[in-house]
């Protein structure tokens, strides 16, 4: 039987593991993952499976619930609804009690020196009686 000390240093490795590489940390907020819809030659897209993990990872982190999600271009929303997906579908899988919803709002963004608009979806978690 394994003790508790191992327990936790197996735990913070498993955590280490575990963290998300696309987490923006900024002073006005913590808890943003940006999207890549990648060019195809130099910069890779961000892989959705991913993101998804990386989704729940934040969700688990920040105590209020929720995360913020920012994509520009269609590649990456695309990538950022199927990661949604697949992050709700594991919550469903795991938990009967909590279920994943969204809001999508749009925000200027640039892109190689020119402005285009974004969209940010902040992902909420909340208790499956308040999402019928």
């Not at 907020?29 to 890549?36: A, I, M």
């Not at 619930?65 to 994509?71: D, K, L, P």
């Not at 909590?98 to 208790?127: D, H, S």
């Amino acid at each position: 039987m394994a003790s508790i000390s191992e327990i936790a240093n197996k735990e913070k490795l498993l955590e280490n593991l575990n963290k998300p590489s696309n987490l923006i940390i900024n002073n006005d907020d913590s808890y943003t993952l940006r999207v890549r819809g990648g060019d195809g030659a130099d910069k890779k897209s961000t892989d959705p499976v991913g993101l998804s993990r990386s989704i729940l990872h934040v969700l688990r982190k920040n105590q209020d619930g929720w995360v913020n999600v920012q994509c520009v271009g269609a590649k990456s929303v695309f990538i950022a609804s199927i990661a949604f997906q697949m992050a709700a579908s594991e919550i469903e899988r795991y938990s009967r009690s909590v279920r994943l919803v969204n809001t999508q709002w749009t925000y200027a963004a640039e892109i190689g020196g020119k402005p285009a608009k974004g969209i940010c979806m902040r992902i909420f978690a909340i208790p499956e009686l308040h999402a019928r």
